[in-house]
T-cell receptor, first 112, second 115 residues
Framework: GENVEQHPSTLSVQEGDSAVIKCTYS??????FPWYKQELGKRPQLIID?????GEKKDQRIAVTLNKTAKHFSLHITETQPEDSAVYFC???????????FGGGTRLMVKP | EPEVTQTPSHQVTQMGQEVILRCVPI?????FYWYRQILGQKVEFLVS????????KSEIFDDQFSVERPDGSNFTLKIRSTKLEDSAMYFC?????????????FGPGTRLTVT
């Protein structure tokens, strides 16, 4: 089955700096890669996703890149703000099913 | 904006007891899911459900677990005889379709504590 690894597990940045979170996946058939933000005690919320037919997608301060050959994808947050502090999860899914396989999560702390 | 809702928000039960966790998916969605998250760990897939039957399940989803859509709005997860290791946050999710074009939206979760 699919295995998703996520790094780093914790990331501390100064407000205004950029943050990068990286994930690798094992199943070459995976073709959908969402990123979820989870604030303490709350539901995971989809913030951006990318499908395997594109290499990059951007939405304001958030961007995601995908390298299918290397089987890795990354989340980039620019101009970080304290409200970006949360746990971020990457996930992968393939066309054969609906299940999302999640990475272990990254706790991002943005210091004001 | 429509949201997935779940009840209760917190359930405490004794080991060996049955629990039913309830979810109301987004109304026009057709695919439903249960995930769980043990404290401090990753979110894990349990089961997906479509057209009144299970479409996919993980190794975690053993005979102690069952799902049901008893009416047109609710989607339930039953754990027949709870174990200590079932303590976790259980998230329901739904999506409009099963294709990769379809985002999964998560509910707020039910925290299950088994004592």
């Amino acid at each position: 089955g699919e295995n998703v690894e996520q790094h780093p597990s914790t990331l501390s940045v100064q407000e205004g700096d950029s943050a990068v979170i990286k994930c690798t996946y094992s199943d070459s058939a995976s073709n959908y890669f969402p990123w979820y933000k989870q604030e303490l005690g709350k539901r995971p919320q989809l913030i951006i996703d990318i499908r395997s037919n594109v290499g990059e997608k951007k939405d304001q301060r958030i961007a995601v890149t995908l390298n299918k050959t290397a089987k890795h994808f990354s989340l980039h947050i620019t101009e970080t703000q304290p409200e970006d502090s949360a746990v971020y999860f990457c996930a992968a899914r393939n066309n054969a099913g609906n299940m999302l396989t999640f990475g272990g999560g990254t706790r991002l702390m943005v210091k004001p | 904006e429509p949201e997935v809702t779940q009840t209760p928000s917190h359930q405490v039960t004794q080991m060996g007891q049955e629990v039913i966790l309830r979810c109301v998916p987004i109304s026009n969605h057709l695919y439903f899911y249960w995930y769980r998250q043990i404290l401090g760990q990753k979110v894990e897939f349990l089961v997906s459900f479509y057209n009144n039957e299970i479409s996919e399940k993980s190794e975690i989803f053993d005979d102690q677990f069952s799902v049901e859509r008893p009416d047109g709005s609710n989607f339930t997860l039953k754990i027949r005889s709870t174990k200590l290791e079932d303590s976790a946050m259980y998230f329901c999710a739904s999506s409009a379709s099963g294709s990769t074009r379809s985002e999964q939206y998560f509910g707020p979760g039910t925290r299950l504590t088994v004592t």
